[in-house]
């Protein structure tokens, strides 16, 4: 049985960012992923910005957290080669009334250290941004704020971490976890039929001196199997659109509205990647229920299209939704009970707060260190960089020299967003290679256009099956038992004719 | 330096080449991505195509054949597995002609920039995905476009599903029911939003009715379920306004959905190089000579516009590949003078050419369109600043089959700036009784 | 009487074919439709297109199809056939893959050329 000094539970981006900071000092450190690939969850699935820190209420977890994880992201993003650009964000009024809403917001940044906010008229926003609707009548200009690849940027911290010497062990969904004289004793379960990494001991019992609950929304379920109930999660779905890079220039900042209900309403954002996102609403579901719904996708078209009425909807390339893990509390729950730390109820502004959440809960650490009198320094040497091949991104020369070290980069396999078979194999040779589609999508681009994949996909899957060295009808779309073909061929000459063959009058 | 480079080898790109050729071009390169020419008519292994420029029935991949034997019989240079990043124009003049620069990245060639006067623009078209329609629900594995479900079965060899349901009754949402029954799934239902099917009457018969395979017409997919794979999808009859009418739904237990729900253009590049794009075919903008708003390049195929019928993807690129070659020859004057814009009127969803430069057309020009919904008996009526210059009767004008008139030059001498194509139902009234 | 859907053209006439009359057709607008129908009741035919396993080929699947149609009632049984054969490369165009298929009298010939690997 390996024996760490601190696991984390859960690799989302919260459990990456913490992994990551602990990575920075002297510990043996393992990150358990009930899922097949680090970011599956909520981090894959959220609009992807770097918010300002206008909007928690101030003196919270959430307002201090988000202003200081934004401005570490800028700095992180440049070192670890993550998607990143700041677009600055406007926040719209369509009434009086909603100006005081802006007024207040106003305020609330600047309590919260929000630098550059401005208050413009409509007309003055109109000219920032021509296809905002005639309607608006005041708008909240900040230029701090960020678009982010969410599921890279949560990649690149948990690569960084097992880089430093982390251990991430994926497929481990911990069933059992309780301390017994000092130390944490955790079970875990590796599903059936799971893809494991190649180096993969399938060691599924663990000790460690520290437990550190990062687990999203069932962070609820591991804190009550140890202490008593404290908080509940109350799980909010958010649905969006994501259009194509035609509509991608329609707004080029990202488009709040006056929030007046829960949460901070449908937005209207480029993402880094080029696109247009549109979204998200807010409801109440039961679990990590990820669908969307002509309900919930219809309120979201039509209150965007009161903020940027000329929208168009006909150019929508994907549908989804996340699920974030709200809970009753008002703010973050992160805590400390001796040697067991919850990073619980990350909604958003998670991702924006993701790194100071992981600085948050090393101090946490750093407590019960100094409490328990154990060593605890920093790593005289940390990887702090990471450098990806984009290839659409490089100029002539570039790709010149690329193509002749390998010509794997002069064969473009998804054409809609020009990635190489070279950036693809690239991705399997990093800390945390992929084992789907999805997985070479969100470490490449492969499929994020508009084609949604249906051209590159089966040539990706032939790619991905001899990496791992699996038959192609092994190929998954995402999860342990999303296999993409349902059979081969070659077994075709035992196949029976259906219903034993067809008469014909 | 090339006279021409011609982007995708399909069915538009190999019929331009040997056009080009025929009319005297000698330094013409093909661009192929793949590794193979042919494009998507090497999945598509089904018969049915050639009928009207071979007169025989054809197999997707025999089609390509003969176009790709005609290509290698002549000196045009072919370049696979590469592909073309980018279209630029330069400040070079050759022979008075602008000169563009394509950069490319291939296996063999690596990447290279090469100089050309013409370009023809042959990338097809790709197929709408899931977000085109939007429909709500899961998002797990087994949900296909039809063309990749058909390349996973005709080119690769495997099975993309057992049980299966069809959104779109499109021809390769039609072929591909007949082909993964064959291959041993059953295929419950094939559903179209529309009230008549845009696929074609034989397919439905022979893909459809053959193999028991029940057509919902007036019905959509209304949800996804399934977590990690598709386990049903709901399917709801729609209104005339093409919502989903409550109450309605049908479960469908089923492993794997096949979208044939259109297909658009594959436009990058032209973008990227700067030329205008019609929102109705989401194609370039054409004259009567397939070329562009940039000189020099030309445009055919579904690059253009999406077409149901190969042959005339073959006709039309003939006649770019041609332009092409007069273009660099100089066969034809540049004219300066305002050319005559076709616009779609009632009942009209778009035409091709959408420019006409009349002192450029020989003898006719044939308009391209397609109808926004069924007429059993219409009459198609253009007209140009008010007055009516010609009229043609057809007969079973459908939007999924595109429609063609001969416009002459006569006619099209008595247009003024707009020319405008209507389609006026002709309702039969009962006689006697 | 049975219906059918006219497949010549896109008017897609729905044809009456009475059995008991000598298979006459109404419902037809053109002389193509009555043949069409007549021939669709007495012996309908169909040309079944498939592909074949490909050794030692760039690719794995050859596509075939029967050379002419044949009748209806055989497809099941031609494309069981078609499910167990196996060709080796080189291929050529129009090549017989299985003679007389299911006794149908035509032949499943390949429809694309595989050059074989070096």
Redesign the interface.
């Known amino acids: 049985m390996e024996t760490f000094d601190v696991a984390v539970i859960g690799c989302g981006v919260s459990g990456a960012a913490i992994a990551y900071e602990l990575s920075k000092y002297d510990l043996r450190t393992v990150i358990l992923e009930k899922e097949n690939d680090v970011a599956t969850g909520a981090t894959k699935a959220n609009s992807g910005i770097m918010h300002a820190g206008f909007d928690p209420k101030p003196g919270s977890l959430m307002a201090r957290l988000n202003v200081r994880g934004s401005a570490l992201a800028r700095e992180v993003c440049r070192k670890l080669d993550v998607p990143y650009k700041e677009c600055g964000a406007m926040v719209v009024a369509f009434s009086e009334e909603e100006k005081e809403i802006l007024e207040r917001l106003y305020r609330q940044g600047e309590e919260n250290g929000v630098k550059n906010q401005e208050i413009l008229t409509g007309e003055e926003a109109r000219k920032m941004e021509p296809n905002l609707s005639e309607e608006v009548i005041w708008a909240l200009l900040e230029n701090d704020s960020a678009i982010v690849s969410p599921w890279e940027f949560a990649l690149a911290l948990a690569e960084t971490a097992v880089k430093n010497g982390a251990k991430l062990l994926l497929n481990r969904e911990v069933v059992g976890l309780k301390e017994e004289t000092g130390t944490w004793q955790i079970e875990t379960k590796i599903a059936e039929g799971a893809l494991l990494q190649k180096d993969d001991t399938k060691e599924t019992s663990f000790t460690a001196k520290v437990v550190i609950n990062a687990a999203g929304l069932n962070a609820e379920f591991l804190h009550d199997a140890v202490l008593p109930h404290r908080f509940k999660t109350r799980p909010k779905r958010g649905q969006y659109?994501?259009l194509d890079k035609?509509e991608g220039t329609r707004v080029s900042r990202t488009i709040f509205q006056a929030p007046t209900g829960r949460g901070k309403g449908v937005l209207v954002s480029p993402t880094v990647h080029g696109n247009l996102i549109v979204g998200p609403n807010s409801e109440d579901v039961i679990g990590n229920d990820?669908?969307?719904?002509?309900d919930?996708?219809d309120k979201v078209n039509e209150a965007a299209k009161k903020s940027v009425p000329s929208i168009d909807f006909?150019q929508?390339?994907?549908?989804?939704s996340g699920v974030r893990a709200r809970t009753d509390e008002d703010d973050f729950v992160l805590e400390r009970h001796g040697s067991y730390i919850d990073a619980a109820g990350i909604c958003s502004p998670g991702l924006s707060s993701a790194l100071a959440i992981g600085e948050y809960v090393t101090e946490l650490f750093a407590q019960w260190a100094e409490e328990t009198k154990t060593a605890f320094a920093k790593k005289e040497t940390f990887i702090d960089e990471r450098k990806k091949v984009r290839f659409?991104e490089l100029n002539?020369e570039e790709?010149?020299a690329?193509?002749?070290k390998d010509?794997a980069?002069?064969?473009?396999v998804c054409?809609?967003e020009?990635i190489?078979e070279g950036e693809i194999r690239d991705a399997f040779d990093t800390p945390i290679p992929p084992v789907s589609l999805d997985g070479i999508k969100r470490r490449t681009g492969t499929g994020m256009g508009?084609?949604?994949?249906?051209?590159c996909?089966?040539q990706i899957a032939?790619i991905l099956a001899k990496e791992l060295d699996i038959p192609?009808?092994k190929v998954?779309?995402?999860?342990?038992?999303?296999?993409?073909?349902?059979?081969?061929?070659?077994d075709?000459?035992q196949?029976?004719?259906?219903e034993g063959?067809?008469?014909?009058v | 330096m090339y006279d021409l480079i011609i982007i995708g080898g399909g069915p538009a790109g190999l019929a331009a080449a040997k056009a080009a050729w025929d009319k005297g071009l000698t330094k013409i390169l093909i661009v192929e991505r793949n590794w193979e020419l042919g494009g998507i008519l090497n999945q598509c292994i089904h018969n049915g195509f050639g009928l009207h420029h071979f007169k025989e029935e054809l197999t997707g991949p025999e089609y390509a054949a003969r176009y790709i034997d005609e290509v290698e019989k002549t000196g045009v240079e072919v370049r696979l597995d590469t592909m073309v990043l980018d279209i630029r124009q330069t400040e070079r003049k050759e022979d008075g002609l602008p000169v563009y620069e394509i950069p490319m990245a291939g296996k063999e060639c690596g990447y290279t920039c090469e100089l050309t006067k013409s370009v023809v623009l042959a990338m097809g078209c790709r197929e709408r995905p899931r977000g085109g329609v939007v429909i709500p629900g899961t998002r797990p594995a087994g949900v296909f476009t039809a063309g990749a479900a058909q390349r996973y079965v005709n080119i690769d060899g495997y099975m993309p599903g057992k049980r299966v349901v069809i959104l779109g009754s499109g021809d390769i949402g039609l072929i591909m029911a007949r082909r993964m029954t064959l291959e041993g799934a059953k295929v419950l239902a094939c559903v179209e939003l529309m009230p008549y099917s845009s696929g074609l009457n034989r397919n439905i018969v022979q893909c459809l009715n053959d193999y028991d395979i029940p057509l919902y017409l007036s019905h959509t997919v209304t949800e996804i379920r399934g977590e990690k794979r598709v386990e049903q999808v709901v399917v709801s009859e729609v209104g005339p306004d093409r919502k989903p009418i409550p109450g309605t739904e049908m479960v469908f237990d089923c492993d794997t959905l096949l979208l044939s729900v259109g297909l658009i253009p594959e436009n990058e590049l032209t973008q990227g190089a700067g030329i205008e794009i019609d929102r109705r075919t989401k194609g370039a903008f054409v004259y009567e000579n397939m070329e562009t708003s940039l000189p020099g390049i030309f445009a055919c195929g579904n690059v253009c516009h999406v077409h149901d019928l190969v042959d005339f993807v073959s006709d039309e690129s003939e006649r770019a590949g041609a332009s092409a070659a007069d273009y660099v020859l100089k066969k034809k004057a540049v004219s300066e003078a305002a050319p005559v814009v076709t616009k779609n009127g009632d009942g009209a969803t778009y035409i091709v050419p959408q420019r006409i430069r009349p002192e450029n057309v020989e003898k006719f020009v044939k308009l391209f369109f397609r109808v926004g919904r069924i007429f059993p008996k219409a009459d198609i009526v253009l007209t140009s600043a008010g007055n009516e210059i010609a009229r043609f009767h057809k007969k079973f004008l459908a939007p999924g089959e595109m429609q063609n008139i001969v416009v002459t030059k006569e006619v099209l001498s008595k247009a003024t700036e707009e020319l405008l194509l209507t389609v006026e139902e002709i309702v039969e009234t009962e006689v006697g009784a | 009487m049975k219906e059918l859907i006219c497949i010549c053209c896109p008017q897609g006439c729905h044809l009456f074919v009475d059995e008991e009359n000598d298979f006459a057709v109404t419902g037809n607008s053109c002389e193509r439709g009555a043949e069409y129908g007549r021939t669709e009741s007495m012996a309908p035919v169909r040309v079944l297109t498939s592909t074949v396993t490909c050794e030692g080929g760039a690719i794995s699947r050859c596509p075939v199809k029967t050379k002419d149609a044949i009748p209806k009632g055989k497809i099941w049984e031609a494309e069981a056939l078609v499910k167990q054969t196996s060709i080796k490369a080189p291929v050529q165009i129009g090549q017989v893959v299985i003679a007389d298929i299911a006794g149908s009298g035509v032949d499943l010939i390949a429809t694309k050329e595989i050059g074989a690997l070096k």
């Not at chain 1, 980069?409 to 473009?412: I, Q, R, T």
């Not at chain 1, 998954?476 to 070659?490: D, H, K, N, V, W």
């Open positions: 659109y994501l035609i990820t669908a969307t719904s002509w919930g996708l006909s929508n390339i994907r549908n989804f659409k002539a790709k010149e690329l193509i002749q010509p980069y002069a064969h473009v054409r809609c020009t190489t508009r084609c949604q994949g249906g051209f996909g089966p032939q192609e009808t998954l779309q995402e999860l342990t038992g999303s296999e993409i073909l349902t059979g081969g061929m070659a075709r000459a196949q029976e004719t259906p063959g067809r008469e014909y």
